[in-house]
C-alpha cells in the first residue's frame, strides 16, 4: 500500500506565503515525477508544478515566478513552496506522484488527498 499525505494548507491573505508539503509512504520501490495539480470551486483540475527525480521542474504559466517545487528524495516528500498569492490560487491542492512499489516491474500514478488553500483578505 502506498499513500500520499498533504499537509501545509490554510488561509493566507493577498501577497502572503505558504508552503506545502507531500509525504509518500508505504512499500516503495522508487519515484518518478512527482507533482502538483489544484481545483478551484467549479473548474476542473488544473496541473502547477513538476518535478523529475532528478530535480528537472516545469511550473505553469499562472505560477511561474512565483512558486517553486522541491523534493526531498531521502523522505519521499515533495514541496510546494507558494509566494505572492492571489485570490485565484484559492482552490484544493493536490500531491501526484508515479510510484513503483517495491518489488514492481511497473509504476503507478498516485493521488493525495487534497489540502485547502484559500487567498482572502
Known amino acids: 500500500q502506498v499513500q500520499l499525505v498533504e499537509s501545509g494548507g490554510g488561509l493566507v491573505q493577498p501577497g502572503g506565503s505558504l508552503r506545502l508539503s507531500c509525504a509518500a509512504s508505504?512499500?516503495?520501490?522508487?519515484?518518478?515525477?512527482m507533482g502538483w495539480y489544484r481545483q478551484a470551486p467549479g473548474n476542473q483540475r488544473e496541473w502547477v508544478a513538476r518535478?523529475?527525480?532528478?530535480?528537472?521542474?516545469n511550473y505553469a504559466d499562472s505560477v511561474k515566478g512565483r512558486f517553486t517545487i522541491s523534493r526531498d528524495n531521502a523522505k519521499n516528500t515533495v514541496y510546494l513552496q507558494m509566494h505572492s498569492l492571489k485570490p485565484e490560487d484559492t482552490a484544493v491542492y493536490y500531491c501526484n506522484a508515479d510510484i513503483r512499489r517495491t518489488y514492481a516491474l511497473t509504476s503507478t500514478n498516485y493521488w493525495g488527498q487534497g489540502t485547502q488553500v484559500a487567498v482572502s483578505s
Open positions: 508505504g512499500s516503495i520501490g522508487s519515484i518518478n515525477d
Open positions: 518535478i523529475t527525480s532528478g530535480g528537472s521542474t
